[in-house]
Nanobody
Framework: QVQLVESGGGLVQPGGSLRLSCTTS????????MGWYRQAPGKQRELVAR???????NYADSVRGRFTISRDNAKNTVYLEMNSLQVEDTAIYYC????????WGQGTQVTVSS
């Protein structure tokens, strides 16, 4: 069974930066897609960014140019560098892996507030 564990969330002021990490354990098949989703209170979970093992990348319009997704394929680890954070980025961020199944982490809270 694949498990995903996120880390790096926290409280940051508007304009600040955070880096999220997601590590995996268990058998991860390739090709695969690893990504980040978020869910704000009262809203649906939405895609933030995702990157395939082949290098294809997608970003939500709201984060393009501010967030950068990267991954270490050898370690099956994915990162999300978040810059110029805005109050609207406040949410629980979830790591996702699609690889012969759809797997989710437990989520990490990101709060942007002054």
């Amino acid at each position: 069974q694949v498990q995903l564990v996120e880390s790096g969330g926290g409280l940051v002021q508007p304009g600040g930066s955070l880096r999220l990490s997601c590590t995996t354990s268990g058998m991860v098949f390739s090709p695969n897609i690893m990504g980040w989703y978020r869910q704000a209170p009262g809203k649906q979970r939405e895609l933030v960014a995702r990157r395939s093992s082949g290098g294809s990348t997608n970003y939500a319009d709201s984060v393009r140019g501010r967030f950068t997704i990267s991954r270490d394929n050898a370690k099956n680890t994915v990162y999300l560098e978040m810059n110029s954070l805005q109050v609207e980025d406040t949410a629980i961020y979830y790591c996702n892996l699609v690889a012969r199944g759809n797997f989710w982490g437990q989520g990490t809270q990101v709060t942007v507030s002054s």
